[in-house]
C-alpha cells in the first residue's frame, strides 16, 4: 500500500518555526518530483516548494526566503522547514508525489 504521512503541524506563533516531515511508503519514490501544498479555508490548493529527484527546487513567491523544503532518498522522507511564519500561512500542508496524496497536517500561525 502506497502511503503519504505527514508530521509536524501545529499552533506557532507569527515568527515562529515549523519543520514538517512527510514518509513515503510502499513505493520507491526517488525518482519522482515531490511537493508541499497548503490549502486554506476557503481557497485552492496550492503549490508551495517542491523538489526534483536531482535536488532540484521551487518554491511560491509567497515562502521565498522563508521555506526550504530537502529531500532524504535513502529515507524516503521529504521535509518542508517553515521559518518566519506568519498568519497568512495557516493552512493545511499536504505532501504530494506522483499521483499520491498524503492526509495533511494543520498549521496555525497565530498573529
Known amino acids: 500500500q502506497v502511503r503519504l504521512v505527514e508530521s509536524g503541524g501545529g499552533l506557532v506563533q507569527a515568527g515562529g518555526s515549523l519543520r514538517l516531515s512527510c514518509a513515503a511508503s510502499?513505493?520507491?519514490?526517488?525518482?519522482?518530483?515531490m511537493g508541499w501544498y497548503r490549502q486554506a479555508p476557503g481557497k485552492q490548493r496550492e503549490l508551495v516548494a517542491s523538489i526534483t529527484s536531482g535536488g532540484s527546487r521551487n518554491y511560491a513567491d509567497s515562502v521565498k526566503g522563508r521555506f526550504t523544503i530537502s529531500r532524504d532518498n535513502a529515507k524516503s522522507t521529504v521535509d518542508l522547514q517553515m521559518n518566519s511564519l506568519k498568519p497568512e500561512d495557516t493552512a493545511v500542508y499536504y505532501c504530494?508525489?506522483?499521483?499520491?496524496w498524503g492526509q495533511g497536517t494543520q498549521v496555525t500561525v497565530s498573529s
Open positions: 504530494h508525489s506522483f499521483i499520491y
Open positions: 510502499g513505493r520507491d519514490f526517488s525518482f519522482d518530483f
